[in-house]
């Protein structure tokens, strides 16, 4: 019966960052703010040691007993994420997070919809972000 299962498995890779960000809303006054996200709407900006999983799931190719190439996907990870972001402020730096408030939510989601159109569409693609080693979110589409 396994012979016809489709076998799945995922395969995962960390990698790190650092950026600086402020949680600030535009559209609120400069008290909601201060009420709402407190130290993290700090006006000079501060910085987090960002530490990233990403998990790919899909078969093994035979030929190769991988999933993924972890050194392909290694290089896509450094090359689209963590150039764009490593020892950034993210608020300045990032365009997207011009008008999109740089929450470890909306991060997560960012690297997500990066990585997805940069790996074959045949993988289920999962991205967690630990903003702190206590604090994480995890995003699969
Ligand atoms: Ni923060």
Same mark, same amino acid.
């Given at each position: 019966?396994?012979?016809?299962?489709?076998?799945?498995?995922? &395969?995962s890779r960390k990698?790190?960052?650092?950026?600086?960000?402020?949680?600030?809303?535009?559209?609120?006054?400069? $008290?909601?703010?201060?009420?709402?996200?407190?130290?993290?709407?700090?006006?000079? /900006?501060?910085?987090?040691? /960002? @530490?990233?999983?990403v998990? &790919?799931?899909?078969?093994?190719?035979? @030929?190769?007993?991988? %999933?993924?190439?972890?050194?392909?996907l290694k290089?896509?990870?450094?090359? @689209? %994420? $963590?150039?764009?972001?490593?020892?950034?402020?993210?608020?300045?730096? &990032?365009?997207?997070?011009?008008?999109?408030?740089?929450?470890? @939510?909306?991060?997560?989601?960012?690297? *997500? #919809?990066?990585?997805? #159109?940069?790996?074959?569409?045949?993988?289920?693609?999962?991205?967690?972000?630990?903003?702190?080693?206590?604090?994480?979110? $995890? *995003?699969?589409?």
């Amino acid at each position: 019966l396994t012979k016809f299962k489709k076998m799945e498995i995922t &395969v995962s890779r960390k990698a790190h960052f650092n950026a600086a960000h402020r949680l600030h809303n535009k559209n609120w006054s400069d $008290e909601k703010n201060q009420k709402i996200f407190g130290k993290c709407n700090y006006q000079n /900006y501060h910085g987090h040691n /960002y @530490e990233l999983i990403v998990s &790919v799931t899909g078969e093994i190719n035979p @030929e190769t007993g991988y %999933v993924i190439d972890m050194g392909e996907l290694k290089k896509i990870i450094k090359n @689209e %994420v $963590e150039e764009r972001l490593d020892h950034k402020n993210l608020n300045l730096d &990032v365009p997207h997070f011009s008008n999109t408030i740089p929450s470890a @939510e909306n991060i997560c989601i960012y690297i *997500y #919809d990066i990585l997805k #159109d940069n790996i074959d569409s045949q993988f289920k693609l999962s991205v967690r972000l630990y903003e702190t080693p206590r604090n994480f979110v $995890e *995003y699969s589409g």
